[in-house]
């Protein structure tokens, strides 16, 4: 029997409502090309081998990141993975754990949730840090709701330094809750006057450090002028090796961190699925999003794990509720906290520095290539340079030659010509210094 469960007067209500008059309409915004009118035009049936051949032959038009000299950051980052967390990972005790909305029958689960916290709290130097967001976007929003709960406020100040996909959630969700967004222009050498910015009014400033751009901010400025004002200092960051050798942003005076823990035990995977990293000050947990799982002992008097906070609809009133996620990045947190322990403090440390030294290194070797201009002064395994000619044919030509060169901030900063010759490139430790020879010297002929 199908299941219809509304009537034609169903939806011409909804029609109505919506403000349509047909369902047709909904689609307007994708163009009638790409649309799809039948059926996909493939065989109805196929065996095995054949469907492997296919695909394989499809498959095979990507580039591999590990196939060529690899130099693409802005957000997503390539670094050695090692085989134990796969490994690891895989155990049947953890791939099929569920979500612990039963805590005292997942005790696995909430141990490394417990550990993952106080790894991120320590990495951040905060006071606690919840079971994981959905990405770093994801919980930059949830930060900027946050800090108007917690200050009563509704505006909230973006540094143009920014990853400008983490400012489109941002005022995504803020346009939905009628709130204020005030977006500072693209900053790419970090010269920007955002403390001018902050008044009596400001809920929260976000700042991201390193930036889009690769540039290093000192936070500490904007802190003091954030907590004159009444208002929260968001520190952001996208590349969380950074945390091995920069100085946290919780010495920095920081209320809020939120980040991407991508780089830590979990690969590329076309963009995700990745694990949001947010930390916050005690005083604050109440209007933390997301879960904490705590320690604790039971009437036996040994040690156990569970859910100390869970501020979702869910789990309390809806007029309570301080979480617009539904669950945590369970399997990709677990992976950070295996290669976190695999790493201890010193490995971070020591990969921090190798990732740190590579870029040096290739920002030397592009700097002496004719026409290019290096724009950043402090940067971690990350900057930006500034082209003779627009990046993205650049990197077209590049990748032609076999190499990934980076990302043009013409891509996700689209309409700005002042932006169009910016390329911001990354080399972390998996980069050789033969890639980062074969990179200047086809940079240097297509510059040509």
């Known amino acids: 029997m199908r299941y219809l469960p509304l009537s034609d007067t169903d939806r011409a209500d909804m029609l109505a409502r919506v403000g349509v008059d047909s369902i047709d309409e909904l689609f307007a915004d994708i163009p009638a090309k790409a649309r799809l009118n039948d059926l996909v035009d493939l065989p109805r049936r196929a065996g095995e081998l054949q469907v492997e051949r296919q695909l394989s032959a499809l498959a095979s038009k990507n580039v591999p990141a590990s196939s060529v000299p690899f130099f693409v950051g802005a957000g997503a980052y390539k670094h050695h993975v090692p085989s134990t967390v796969d490994h690891l990972i895989q155990r049947s005790e953890f791939l099929t754990s569920y979500t612990p909305y039963q805590p005292e029958i997942t005790q696995g689960t909430l141990q490394y949730l417990f550990e993952f916290q106080t790894q991120v709290a320590r990495?951040?130097?905060?006071?606690?840090?919840?079971?994981?967001?959905?990405?770093?976007s994801t919980g930059t929003g949830e930060a900027v709701l946050m800090a108007h709960r917690v200050t009563k406020r509704k505006k909230a100040v973006l540094s143009g330094g920014l990853h400008p996909q983490y400012r489109e959630v941002v005022e995504g969700l803020s346009g939905q809750a009628g709130d204020v967004v005030v977006a500072l222009p693209a900053d790419p050498k970090g010269t920007e006057d955002i403390l001018s910015q902050i008044d009596k009014e400001t809920s929260c400033v976000v700042v991201q450090s390193p930036n889009f751009f690769g540039q290093i901010i000192d936070l500490k400025p904007v802190a003091e002028k954030a907590h004159e004002c009444g208002a929260l200092l968001v520190a952001v960051f996208t590349e969380v090796v950074s945390l091995g050798l920069i100085e946290p942003p919780g010495t920095q005076g920081a209320d809020i961190v939120v980040g991407e823990g991508q780089s830590i035990g979990n690969g590329l995977n076309f963009g995700g699925p990745y694990v949001g990293l947010f930390a916050t000050r005690q005083k604050y947990v109440r209007q933390m999003p997301g879960r904490l799982c705590g320690?604790?002992?039971?009437?036996?008097?040994?040690?156990?794990?569970?859910l100390t906070l869970s501020t979702r609809e869910q789990h309390i009133r809806r007029d309570k509720a301080t979480s617009?996620?539904?669950?945590?990045?369970?399997?990709?947190?677990?992976?950070?906290?295996?290669?976190?322990?695999?790493?201890?403090?010193?490995?971070?440390?020591?990969?921090a520095r190798i990732n740190h030294a590579n870029a040096v290194k290739l920002k030397g070797l592009l700097a002496a290539v004719p026409g290019v201009e290096v724009l950043n002064t402090a940067y971690f395994n990350e900057f930006t340079v500034k082209l003779p000619k627009a990046?993205?044919?650049?990197?077209?030509?590049?990748?032609?030659k076999g190499i990934l060169a980076g990302v043009p901030v013409s891509r996700l900063i689209p309409g700005k010509p002042e932006l169009e010759n910016l390329l911001v490139v990354a080399s972390t430790e998996v980069?050789?210094?033969?890639?980062?020879?074969?990179?200047?010297?086809?940079?240097k002929e297509v510059l040509a």
């Not at 990495?123 to 770093?136: E, F, I, K, P, R």
């Not at 669950?327 to 990969?351: D, E, K, R, V, Y």
């Not at 990046?391 to 032609?400: K, S, Y």
């Open 123 to 136: 990495l951040t130097a905060m006071d606690v840090a919840n079971a994981s967001m959905y990405d770093g």
């Open 391 to 400: 990046a993205h044919g650049v990197v077209e030509a590049l990748a032609e």
């Open 295 to 306: 320690e604790t002992t039971d009437v036996d008097g040994k040690r156990g794990f569970v």
């Open 431 to 443: 980069n050789t210094d033969e890639d980062r020879a074969d990179f200047a010297a086809a940079l």
């Open 324 to 351: 617009n996620i539904c669950t945590n990045s369970g399997l990709c947190c677990l992976a950070f906290t295996i290669h976190m322990s695999l790493l201890g403090g010193t490995g971070l440390t020591q990969l």
